[in-house]
Structure formats: structure tokens, C-alpha cells
């Protein structure tokens, strides 16, 4: 799965700037619906387009890398415990 990490960025921004920023504030200065953004920041997992991480990355000024993170999900760990333990033997 990937998760958008908005909230983190809404924070570090936030941190940075010295001031509180809402969803709606990036909504105006991205173009992207605030349901949109509470979405992404409240489901994990979010499918989300290039274009709304293009806008977003613009936005908080980072790169695609600080923005997204990547969770393995739990059929896959479990599938390359049993290949390594398969190579183990």
C-alpha cells in the first residue's frame, strides 16, 4: 500500500512557517477539493492521482519520496517469509 503522508507535511509546513495551516488553505493554493484532501489525509491507502501528488509536491515543496511512503502489505510479508525460509532450507 502507499500512504500520502499529508499529515506530516501539513505539520513540518506548518512548523516551518510558525503558523497553523488547514486543509482548506491547501485546497485554495492547490486546486484540490478539500474533500479530497481530508480523504487522503483520513484513509489510509488513498488512491490518488499523479496530478494531485504533482500539485501537492509543489506545494510543500518536496519530492514525491518525502510525500509518499510504502507499507508492505500483510500477504506479501507473508509470501517473502515463506520464500526466504524456502532458501533456508
Avoid at 507535511?9 to 491547501?26: C, G, H
Avoid at 501528488?53 to 518525502?66: R, T, V
Amino acid at each position: 500500500m502507499i500512504r500520502v503522508l499529508l499529515v506530516q507535511q501539513l505539520d513540518n509546513k506548518s512548523f516551518k512557517e510558525k503558523r497553523k495551516i488547514t486543509l482548506a488553505e491547501v485546497s485554495k493554493q492547490t486546486g484540490i477539493s478539500r474533500a479530497t484532501l481530508t480523504r487522503i489525509a483520513n484513509t489510509p491507502g488513498y488512491a490518488c492521482t499523479t496530478e494531485t501528488i504533482n500539485a501537492l509536491c509543489k506545494y510543500f515543496e518536496c519530492e514525491p519520496g518525502e510525500l509518499l511512503q510504502y507499507i508492505p502489505d500483510e500477504e506479501e510479508e507473508e509470501e517473502e517469509k515463506e520464500e526466504e525460509q524456502s532458501q533456508d532450507s
